[in-house]
């Protein structure tokens, strides 16, 4: 039971090409997240999805784009890459049950955009 | 949305030492959980405490809902327990979907 895990753990961009991260989770979950980590500061939520083939925004979505076509996979596009979205980022996952669940991350992925 | 607020941002202790760690929360929860961040970065789950007490080893953590806050307990620190903890929270009115709001976490070092 590998939990949540992503790909991949750093890459370095230049401004303007794109990229996806991917996300697995081996827990049947149905909820999954993708958050950015900036120094110094804690997470900040970008999309959700409460199941599979649905999305939505969150706190910073601004610059990303997601994907949930089969339950265990969430991914994150960036479509044309900018120096402000160099970031630690986080993919959680949880059941969605009452009393609404526990989350549970991966081990982040360093993203640095020159 | 809903704030989190942590204290103290940051905090030294000698080896041995206990130490609380405080989260204020400005809306009813329906998860809150406390985390803690390794050097390398990696986010390790604590407790999932929306209400009431656990504890697990040397570390417990209370959540006193109605009067919206939350408290870390670690006893006994080893220079292991260095790090960031998060407090996070997600708001009852989000239906269970809503992620988590985070603090800006509490830097602990523990000195040998």
């Known amino acids: 039971n590998a939990g949540v895990t992503q790909t991949p753990k750093f890459r370095v961009l230049k401004t303007g090409q794109s990229m996806t991260l991917l996300c697995a989770q081996d827990m049947n979950h149905e909820y999954m997240y993708w958050y950015r980590q900036d120094p110094g500061m804690g997470l900040r939520l970008i999309h959700y999805s409460v199941g599979e083939g649905t999305t939505a925004k969150g706190e910073v979505p601004d610059g990303y784009n997601v994907s949930r076509l089969k339950k265990q996979n969430f991914l994150l596009g960036l479509e044309s890459a900018a120096p402000s979205q160099t970031s630690v980022y986080f993919c959680?996952?949880?059941?969605?049950?009452?009393?609404?669940?526990?989350?549970?991350f991966g081990p982040g992925t360093r993203l640095t955009v020159t | 949305g809903i704030q989190v607020e942590q204290s103290p941002p940051d905090l030294i202790l000698q080896e041995g030492a206990n130490s609380t760690l405080r989260c204020n929360f400005s809306?009813?929860?329906?998860?809150l959980q406390w985390f803690h961040q390794n050097p390398w970065g990696q986010l390790i789950n604590l407790f999932y405490i929306p209400s009431g007490t656990k504890q697990n080893g040397r570390l417990s953590a209370t959540t006193v809902a109605t009067e919206r806050y939350s408290l870390l307990y670690i006893s006994s620190s080893q220079t292991t327990d260095s790090g960031v903890y998060f407090c996070a929270a997600a708001p009852y009115s989000g239906g269970g979907a809503d992620g988590l709001t985070f603090g800006k976490g509490t830097h602990l070092i523990i000195q040998p």
């Open positions: 959680a996952s949880s059941t969605g049950l009452a009393p609404f669940g526990e989350q549970y």
């Open positions: 809306d009813s929860v329906n998860n």
